[in-house]
């Protein structure tokens, strides 16, 4: 029992490792919106527009508090954060565009690859843009 919380442990103090649980945990809530958006009777758009709303703010929360541990309050911080995830959301766009449109690659496909480059953007964006450091 020792070893496992030694492990668990060992883990949490990398942030990448905690960014990537977040990740998991947000696309949970934001599938588990949309699908609770389509019950409730909204079409795919709105579900999506919604779900998407709700995502941001809970991988703010999460990205925040847990990953990169930034207590401090800041609407800069905020704005920065809207800011990785559009980047992000355009060069998802653009990916699909070049990867299903112009390359002819499966969408399955294309979507794991976009979401391993996305992934890796939000990460580096969240790091070093939206909650850097400073002294």
């Known amino acids: 029992m020792k070893k496992l919380f030694g492990l668990v442990k060992t883990l949490f103090a990398d942030k ?8 998991g ?3 949970g809530v934001g599938y588990g919106f949309y699908a609770l958006f389509i019950a ?3 079409n ?11 995502g941001v703010i809970n991988s703010y929360f999460w ?3 847990f990953t990169f541990r930034q207590p401090k ?27 299903v449109d112009r390359m002819g690659m499966n969408s399955y496909v294309s979507g794991a690859v976009c979401l391993f480059v996305t992934t890796i953007l939000s990460y580096v964006g969240h790091n070093f843009f939206s909650f850097k450091k400073t002294t």
């Open 73 to 99: 309050k800041s609407l800069a911080e905020v704005l920065r954060f809207v800011t990785v995830y559009a980047v992000s959301y355009g060069a998802n766009l653009a990916l699909v565009y070049v990867f």
């Open 44 to 54: 795919a758009y709105l579900a999506t527009t919604f779900s998407t709303i709700l």
């Open 63 to 65: 990205n925040k508090y």
């Open 40 to 42: 409730l009777g909204l």
């Open 16 to 23: 990448r490792i905690r960014f990537l649980m977040v990740g």
């Open 25 to 27: 945990i947000n696309t």
